[in-house]
């Protein structure tokens, strides 16, 4: 996974700074309206929309904004949109399995864009189920390294559930079952730590190892689906060694 986590990581920073940061915005401001929604405006109450706020902070999203989409999704103004959670399943270059969530409010158009996008790169949709079984939902909070190191981390999370650090280069990574992700985002917090993002995410079980030519292809093919509007997440079973990654740059 490390390769993969790495590449993940360069890619959220690198989004922040890009000319896709208008889509970053769109996707992290769904994000607060559906956690309002569904648990409440008051982010206090709601540990998913408090993630998502924070998460929205992190990435410079202006606060009026953000405060607008609380509210929108709370109940507290009119003009929110009925967002839905579509998951579709297929496969990408060279075997890769490829997960892809999207928030949409008209499901026809987010299968157009998913299946367009999968075709013209190299990629075929696959049948519900087929490929879900190789990943699992698993809680994962991103901690900048700063001034912390893993030990700090380790001895914060241990008991609140974690179950593995990863050291990411500039970042470790905290990994949990889903349902401990509150618990371990706030063990952070009560030891003073840091964080970048605390979200639920798929993790697959096995991954492909791949070469510089069809790393290239997979991340060519994630980025023309993570470009489709309707798309919020894109989590696929693929590893790169350092080696590659230096190499594909």
């Not at 590449?7 to 700074?17: D, E, Y």
């Not at 769109?26 to 309002?36: D, F, G, S, T």
């Not at 408090?50 to 998460?55: E, L, N, S």
């Not at 974690?162 to 985002?185: K, M, Q, T």
Request: glycine residues 10%; hydrophobic residues 40%.
């Amino acid at each position: 996974m490390s390769g993969h986590s790495k590449w993940a990581t360069t890619k959220h920073k690198k989004a922040a700074i890009d000319a896709k940061r208008g889509k970053l915005f769109a996707r992290l401001i769904k994000n607060i309206e559906v956690a309002a929604r569904t648990g409440g405006g008051d982010p206090d109450g709601n540990p998913t929309l408090f993630d998502a706020i924070q998460k929205a902070r992190k990435n410079s999203v202006p606060l009026d904004n953000i405060e607008r989409a609380r509210k929108r999704g709370g109940g507290e103004e009119a003009g929110g949109a009925d967002w839905q959670t579509i998951m579709y399943e297929g496969y990408g270059p060279n075997g890769v399995a490829v997960l892809i969530e999207c928030l949409t409010d008209n499901r026809n158009r987010a299968a157009t864009e998913v299946r367009t996008a999968m075709t013209r790169n190299g990629g075929s949709m696959a049948d519900p189920g087929s490929v879900s079984y190789m990943f699992s939902r698993k809680g994962v909070v991103i901690v900048p390294k700063a001034e912390t190191s893993e030990d700090d981390v380790m001895l914060a999370v241990l008991e609140a559930g974690a179950e593995e650090v990863n050291d990411l280069g500039e970042a470790f990574e905290v990994v949990s079952e889903a349902g401990d992700l509150i618990p371990v985002r706030k063990a952070l917090q009560e030891a003073g730590i840091d964080y970048e993002s605390a979200e639920s995410s798929f993790l697959p079980s096995v991954s492909v190892q791949l070469e510089a030519e069809g790393a290239k292809k997979i991340f060519k093919l994630i980025d023309a689906l993570e470009d489709c509007d309707d798309v919020q997440n894109v989590f696929a079973n693929f590893d790169v060694s350092d080696e590659v990654m230096a190499e594909v740059g």
